[in-house]
């Protein structure tokens, strides 16, 4: 009976993180819907409307690009739709990470959508954030940091074993 209930248990569990398709219809000037939450495994199938007068791409770009209303496509994201590497109609993608899309012929009208991808348990995946380098890690006496922009910036160093060491001063005066 101990087993049969594992079983059921583990049959449960399972069925709770089964993968679903969610459907992303192209129709005639949007993506609809053009804001999907999934999560990690889920399917999103992507189907053109018949009705479409205009030609349309979902093409993946940067969060930037798609702030903009650009259209150039992310380097090995996604491409579909006319004018693409995969020019069909009708495609299933499994995103692992949040996708900015637009359609390139009318990015600049606003169409595009995003596509954010939740973790197994419920949170969003961490996305790439700009970040600065010290090096070298560790260092005697000269450190260089490269930052992502060129906006300004101060930065402060503390030595660890010095600090403690004036904290644990402060708290035996305390005393």
Known sequence: MKHVATFLLLTCATASQAQVTHQLLVEDDEFNPSTLTINAGDHVHILWDNSVVNDHTFTQVAQSTWSANGNTPL???????????SPGTDFTITPTATVWYVCEFHADMGMKGVITVLGGVGVEEATAQ?????????????????????APFSVRFIDASAASASIARSAANVR
């Open 75 to 85: 380097a090995g994201g996604y491409e579909l739709g006319v004018g693409t590497p």
């Open 130 to 150: 700009e970040h600065y380098l010290l090096a070298p890690n560790p260092a005697s006496s000269i450190i260089t940091v490269t930052k992502p922009d060129d």
